[in-house]
């Protein structure tokens, strides 16, 4: 059996070549960055040299690149260092309900501090409001965190407009990129951002490594006590495979981007009309034009979402849901529930995704099989 | 013969011997074997551990050794609404639940094998100590042939329907046998121990356990001819001939429990393991299931039992025409327990059976 991977949302394929580009650092090249000799000055320059193209992706200097081991501990260390430095200038933060939980959680570890959180709801379509954020913003609001684009839906926030609003205001803001640094095109500068997260699992690098840019001039308290890596802001010693494994990655994406984008959307339509042809109750999640190419999250109405992953699955395609299934009943994800409410369109979310490797034939296949499984399904149902 | 790999069996997984040795022995036979972890129950702790997390891992564990796809299904719901609610009403109706059977019953074959069949399962299998055969069309549920795991008794509410759709792999093996299949195969449960006990409860203290559900109603324990004797902590923590915890001293025999009075809330405690009021000599049951669809005639004998692993009792049953049924004994018998099933077999073929409503004391005439 073909298998078809259509999470790349979740998790992605590392590219041969950034794969290739890491194998001189696990066994020639393997000095430690912070030694002084030969082999520690071989690997921090070829540190450099990735932590240069990082940058130049989101067009950032290199010096404003903390190298992390993922995506939440980029989230992390900007919103719990950032407050935990700032709480003199105020405890008041801002975020929105569909985060990642990576952004959620360490909000709400820093409400156990002392800190209070103000998290923004969305509309139906996935989108904050500008009304609700300036109505939430304070004298003593420090910082705003709000995503770039959303794991489950795609949905891409107004990060421009806030940004812009935001330069008036005492509060910094970070953004969760996760999803979109490789999707489409990211620069700090213009987006007026002052900190973003990226991990390099979701443009096909390495898992367990990621960054933080952090705007010039920005403190953080290190979430890592040790050495004095990364200009003291995250200890212990960096991973000079994983680095060039994840900036070779995301120049190979960057390459390519708008030619994927226009796959993407062609995949879109051709799984979407095939399911329509077929009769398939499919109800897209999220804003229409708001988004990225490479996520499709779709409801299916009446349909028991578990079994249809479990059915898919058996059939050799991977997709996921958002939903999880607590207590014996499905409950829909938090931004599902967010966008609808408790209801059956937030339950029988499914959430594809498309990258490397994706084919037509596959989306055909896909759809194919999406439909039968369907129609076994209200057969026995 | 059809194909085996064009088959897909559903294995119920729990995370023991049982179920993996199941999974094991139909993969060898070249099935499409799926493995299904079903969590019935939230047992996750203040610090956040959970068994069922364990039991989980150990299925993933086997069930990557044997290279078959596995899932976990929450059916919390459906237990609570079918298996749980049930055993509370029993206990407060003074009866002896038996969860089990409605366990097999309402979840591992009826959410559990509809869930299967959505998978496109032909079967669903278990690791139960059970046979079946088909003759004539008609499904017939057979004991294993290790007479000391025979598991008929817990599956006695079953229908042709669910019967048609269910393998029992381990019916033909004796225990120890299925022990030493999974060792040679190296499985990653073979030395685990089997569990005990009613699988919500797990190894917990029982009153404690039920305290959190029921309130509790001291009273006191009193004999036949109402001399109080001690007082009792709730008379659902107790069971007809039941002899440990009572906690009467004195001379003569040990103290058994021979009776409830749900009116007076009184436990009636006797002395002597044979104390008379312990005896019965027929019973009714209620809501009978009969496993081909219907009673072989409206008035047979045949065996029965009355509690899991019990020796077979010749009995007389006669079959009334609201589904009840009224069981004669040809011995008298100790400690019938209302809220437990009777069972009855023909031979090795297990006919049905129902739960015990009353008892008919063999003393009650005398009292």
Not at chain 1, 105 to 112: F, M, R
Not at chain 1, 301 to 330: F, K, R, W, Y
Request: proline residues 3%.
């Amino acid at each position: 059996m073909e298998r078809i991977y259509l999470d790349h949302a979740a998790t992605t394929p590392v590219h041969p070549k950034a794969a290739e580009a890491m194998m001189p650092y696990f066994t020639s090249v393997f000095g430690n960055p912070s030694s002084t000799h030969h082999y520690g000055r071989e690997s921090k320059a070829a540190l450099q040299r990735a932590r240069r193209i990082l940058a130049d992706a989101v067009g950032a200097s290199a010096e404003e690149i903390v190298l992390t081991a993922g995506g939440t501990e980029a989230d992390n260390l900007a919103i719990m260092g950032y407050a935990r430095n700032h709480h003199h200038l105020g405890r008041h933060i801002i975020t929105a309900v569909t985060e990642h939980h990576g952004v959620l959680h360490a909000c709400q570890a820093l409400e156990k501090e002392g800190f209070s959180v103000t998290y923004l709801n969305v509309d139906s379509s996935g989108l904050i409001r500008m009304e609700e954020l300036e109505e939430a913003l304070r004298d003593d609001t420090i910082l705003v965190s709000l995503m770039t684009a959303n794991n489950e839906t795609g949905v891409v926030q107004p990060i421009q407009a806030i940004g812009d609003r935001l330069k008036e205001h005492q509060a910094v803001f970070h953004t969760d990129a996760v999803q979109a640094v490789g999707k489409r095109e990211i620069h700090v500068s213009d987006l007026g951002v002052d900190m973003l997260a990226a991990s390099a699992h979701k443009f096909n690098g390495p898992n367990g490594t990621g960054f933080l840019y952090v705007r010039k001039g920005i403190q953080l308290s290190p979430l890592l006590h040790g050495g004095s890596q990364e200009r003291k802001r995250r200890a212990g010693t960096e991973s000079t495979a994983l680095a060039a494994g994840m900036a070779e990655a995301l120049r190979l994406t960057l390459e390519e981007m708008e030619l994927k984008q226009t796959e993407q959307e062609r995949f879109r339509r051709l799984l979407l009309t095939q399911l329509e042809h077929g009769g398939a109750e499919a109800v897209v999640n999220g804003h229409p034009e708001e988004r990225l190419s490479n996520v499709l999250n779709i409801s299916f109405p009446g349909a028991n979402v578990e079994q249809l992953l479990m059915n898919l699955d058996l059939e050799g395609i991977a997709v996921s849901s958002g939903s999880a299934c607590t207590a014996g009943s499905i409950e829909a994800s938090h931004v599902l529930t967010a966008m609808h409410g408790d209801s059956e369109r937030g339950r029988s979310a499914v959430r594809f995704s498309f990258g490397l490797g994706t084919t037509d034939e596959q989306i055909n296949r896909t759809a194919e099989t999406l439909l039968r499984v369907l129609q076994r399904m209200k057969m026995l149902n | 013969m059809a194909d085996n790999a064009e088959i897909r069996v559903v294995v119920g997984m729990s995370g023991g011997v049982d179920s993996s040795v199941t999974a094991h022995l139909l993969k060898e036979e070249g099935y499409d074997v799926v493995g299904i972890f079903m969590k019935n129950w939230d047992d996750s702790d203040e610090s956040g551990f959970c068994s069922a997390t364990e039991d989980y891992e150990d299925v993933a564990a086997v069930a990557d050794q044997l290279g078959i796809p596995y899932y976990t299904v929450n059916f919390e719901k459906e237990y609570w609404d079918n298996v749980f609610s049930y055993f509370l009403d029993e206990y407060k109706a003074g009866r002896t639940p038996n969860p089990d059977v409605m366990c097999n019953k309402e979840i591992k074959f009826k959410a559990f094998l509809d869930h299967a069949m959505a998978l496109g399962a032909d079967y669903v299998a278990t690791g139960h100590y059970a046979r079946k055969t088909v003759e004539n069309g008609e499904v017939k549920l057979l004991k294993g042939v290790d007479s000391n795991k025979d598991q008929t008794y817990f599956l006695n509410a079953l229908s042709q329907e669910q019967l048609s759709r269910v393998m029992f792999p381990l019916g033909n093996l004796p225990k120890p046998e299925v022990r030493d299949i999974a060792k040679k195969a190296e499985l990653a449960t073979a030395a685990k121990k089997d569990s005990t006990g009613i699988c919500f409860i797990g190894e917990r203290n029982f009153k404690e356990f039920l305290m959190q559900f029921l309130p509790a109603k001291s009273g006191t324990m009193e004999t036949l001819e109402g001399e109080v004797k001690g007082t009792h902590e709730g008379l659902m923590y107790y069971t007809l001939g039941q002899r440990q915890g009572l906690g009467i001293g004195g001379a003569g025999e040990p103290w058994f429990v021979v009776d409830k009075d749900l009116e007076r809330n009184v436990l009636i405690v006797g002395q002597g393991y044979h104390h008379p009021l312990l005896y019965s000599e027929a019973l009714k049951a209620e809501s009978v299931n009969w496993i081909s669809g219907a009673a072989p005639s409206e008035s047979f004998s045949c065996t029965a039992k009355f509690r899991y692993r019990q020796e077979d009792k010749p009995v007389t049953v006669t079959v009334n025409e609201d589904g009840s049924a009224d069981v004669t004994f040809a011995e008298p018998e100790r400690a019938v327990t209302p809220g437990q099933y009777v069972v009855f077999y023909d031979g090795d073929v297990c006919l049905g059976g129902g739960t015990i409503d009353q008892v008919y004391k063999a003393a009650a005439l005398s009292l």
